[in-house]
């Protein structure tokens, strides 16, 4: 049974960090491309970064750009979402997915999703 679980959210303020974490059962994590995404209330469901397979090539929202970092470890099949500088529109639920695939993309087209974890940011 395929999870992808969301840890590590939580209430911050403004300027403060926080750092998500994604536990996957996946027959084989290094084989899928890893996803974070977010929804606010009333909108979208957007992406926010994305990793390749080996964790060397990412690719960032230019909302988060140079705030968030995302990162994998291989041996825990575990993906990670590094958050500094933490403005009030980040407020959402952080979403991860996985990607049996070698592109990172940005669309919706993932084939695993997590529950969600809620990330409120306050001004």
Do not use: H
């Not at 140079?66 to 980040?90: C, H, W």
């Amino acid at each position: 049974q395929v999870r992808l679980v969301e840890s590590g959210g939580g209430l911050v303020q403004a300027g403060g960090s926080l750092r998500l974490s994604c536990a996957a059962s996946l027959s084989s994590f290094k084989s899928y491309v890893m996803g974070w995404f977010r929804q606010a209330p009333g909108k979208a469901r957007e992406f926010v970064a994305g990793v390749n397979r080996s964790g060397v090539s990412t690719y960032y929202s230019d909302s988060v750009k140079g705030r968030f970092t995302i990162s994998r470890d291989n041996a825990k099949d575990t993906v990670y979402l590094q958050m500094n500088s933490l403005k009030p529109e980040d407020t959402a639920v952080y979403y991860c997915a996985a990607r049996a695939a070698t592109i990172i993309i940005t669309t919706m087209s993932y084939d695993y999703w997590g529950q969600g974890t809620q990330v409120t940011v306050s001004s």
